[in-house]
Nanobody, 122 residues
């Protein structure tokens, strides 16, 4: 039905920046919350940042002031600007869309992207 396509991961030095992007593979009627999660080796997946359709944002404490999430409702895209990256940010980053409906009145569902690897290392 709908896929989330991520891009922008890669290798960056400590203190550097990366921008992750995520786009829905087709047009949809509505997406409630879009966000980014990450999973480091041997750890559970955790929320990094989220943004509602109305523009309200929330951030994990460990990224506040350094990461910025943004969203384009018309294009069904979400981006994560990551600055002042630290080695502990190394993880696979997943895009997530919650309460997705294809057409008005449809049952909603959630979608996960395939993940993009971010490595912070010198």
């Amino acid at each position: 039905q709908v896929q989330l396509v991520e891009s922008g991961g890669g290798l960056v030095q400590p203190g550097g920046s990366l921008r992750l992007s995520c786009a829905a593979s087709r047009s949809v009627f509505s997406i409630n919350t879009m966000g980014w999660y990450r999973q480091a080796p041997g750890k559970q997946r955790e929320l990094v940042a989220g943004v509602t359709r109305g523009g309200s944002t929330n951030y994990a404490d460990f990224v506040k002031g350094r990461f910025t999430i943004s969203r384009d409702n018309a294009k069904n895209t979400v981006a994560l600007q990551m600055n002042s990256l630290k080695p502990e940010a190394t993880a696979v980053y997943y895009c997530h869309a919650d309460r997705v409906t294809i057409t008005a009145g449809d049952r909603w569902f959630e979608v996960w992207g395939q993940g993009t690897l971010v490595t912070v290392s010198s």
